[in-house]
C-alpha cells in the first residue's frame, strides 16, 4: 500500500501524483484523460482508450492485391485513425478501395493526384469490447449451424465461403480495439488477442471444408461431424459467457494431449478417431482449436 500526500491547485483543488510504474504501462502522457469514479470506499482511476490520432504515411506503389490487403489489415489492427496512401496505376487504387470494405470504419475521404487519404469514422460496434467478442462466436456458431442445414445443397456451398470476410470484418475491429486500449489488462489483453486469431482461423477452416465438399458425393453424411463441432463451440460460448462449465468438462468430451494415456472414454475425440473422409480433418481443427480457445479462456488467471 501507497500513500501519496494531496498537493493543492488553486483555491479548491486538490492533485494527486500517479505512480511512475503505472503511467508507464499505460503509455500515459501530459494532457491524455483518465476515468475517475466515486466506488464505495474511494475514487477507482482507470486509463481510458487513447484519443490521440494515430497517423502515417505509405506507399502501395507496384504491391499487388495480397500485399496490399495484408498491410492495410496490419495497420487497422494497430490502431491507426488516419493513413495516407501513394498509388501509381488505377488497379491499386481499386485494389486498396476493396481492401478498406473489411475494415470497418475505414472510408477514403479524399483522392488527389495519386494519394488517397484513409480515416476512420466512429462505428456503433465500437463500443464494448465484450459485445463485440461475444458476437465472433456467434457468427461461427451461425454459420456451424448453416452449414449442417445445406450440405443437400451443392449451389448454396459454392457460396457460403463468402461469410467468411462478415467474420474477418469483427475480428480486425476487435482486434484494432485492443490495440487502441479497450481492454485495461494487460493479461486479458494477451490472451484475448490470441484467442480472436484461433477464432479467425475456425473460420478459414470452415471455409476450407466447404471448398472440399464442393465435389464430394456423400456431403449430406457429414452433418453429424458438423454438430460435433458446433457442440464443442456452443460447449465454450456457454462457458465463457454464461459461466456454465468449466475446462474439465471440455477434456471429457476430447483428449488433446496424451489419448493413450487416458482410461475413460472421451465421446467427441472417438468419434472424429474414426472418420476417414479428408473435409473432416478441417472439423476436426475446429474441435482442438476450440480445446485451446478453453485454455485461454476459462483456465483460472495466475497471480502475480
Not at 60 to 75: E, F, M
Request: glycine share 4%.
Amino acid at each position: 500500500m501507497q500513500f501519496r500526500k494531496l498537493i493543492a491547485h488553486g483555491p479548491s483543488s486538490l492533485t494527486l501524483a500517479l505512480p511512475h510504474k503505472w503511467v508507464k504501462k499505460y503509455s500515459l502522457e501530459k494532457g491524455d484523460s483518465v476515468s475517475v469514479e466515486e466506488a464505495e470506499r474511494g475514487l477507482l482511476i482507470t486509463n481510458r482508450p487513447s484519443e490521440r490520432k494515430k497517423v502515417m504515411r505509405i506507399d502501395l506503389s507496384k504491391h499487388d492485391w495480397p500485399a496490399i490487403v495484408t498491410i492495410l489489415t496490419l495497420i487497422y489492427r494497430r490502431g491507426y485513425d488516419e493513413v495516407s496512401v501513394h498509388y501509381e496505376t488505377s488497379g491499386e487504387y481499386l485494389n486498396i478501395s476493396s481492401a478498406i470494405r473489411s475494415l470497418l470504419g475505414y472510408a477514403v475521404v479524399e483522392n488527389k493526384n495519386k494519394v488517397c487519404l484513409i480515416k476512420s469514422l466512429p462505428t456503433e460496434l465500437e463500443q464494448n469490447f465484450e459485445t463485440l467478442f461475444r458476437r465472433v462466436f456467434l457468427i461461427l456458431l451461425q454459420q456451424l449451424e448453416d452449414l449442417g442445414e445445406i450440405l443437400n445443397s451443392p449451389e448454396e456451398i459454392k457460396t457460403f465461403y463468402h461469410r467468411d470476410s462478415e467474420l474477418n470484418s469483427i475480428v480486425n475491429l476487435a482486434i484494432r480495439m485492443i490495440s487502441k486500449g479497450y481492454v485495461m489488462d494487460h493479461f486479458e489483453e494477451l490472451h484475448f488477442f490470441h484467442a480472436l486469431l484461433i477464432l479467425e482461423e475456425c473460420g478459414d477452416d470452415i471455409t476450407r471444408f466447404t471448398i472440399e465438399i464442393q465435389n464430394y458425393k456423400d456431403a449430406k453424411n457429414l452433418k453429424n461431424a458438423v454438430e460435433q463441432g458446433s457442440k464443442m463451440l456452443r460447449m465454450l460460448y456457454d462457458g465463457y459467457f454464461q459461466k456454465k462449465i468449466g475446462i474439465m468438462k471440455f477434456y471429457d468430451q476430447y483428449y488433446l494431449y496424451w489419448p493413450d494415456a487416458k482410461k475413460t472414454p472421451a465421446p467427441v475425440y472417438d468419434f472424429f478417431a474414426k472418420q476417414k473422409n479428408k473435409p473432416v480433418f478441417y472439423l476436426r481443427s475446429i474441435v482442438e482449436k476450440t480445446i485451446q480457445l478453453a485454455e485461454i479462456l476459462l483456465l483460472p488467471k495466475q497471480e502475480e
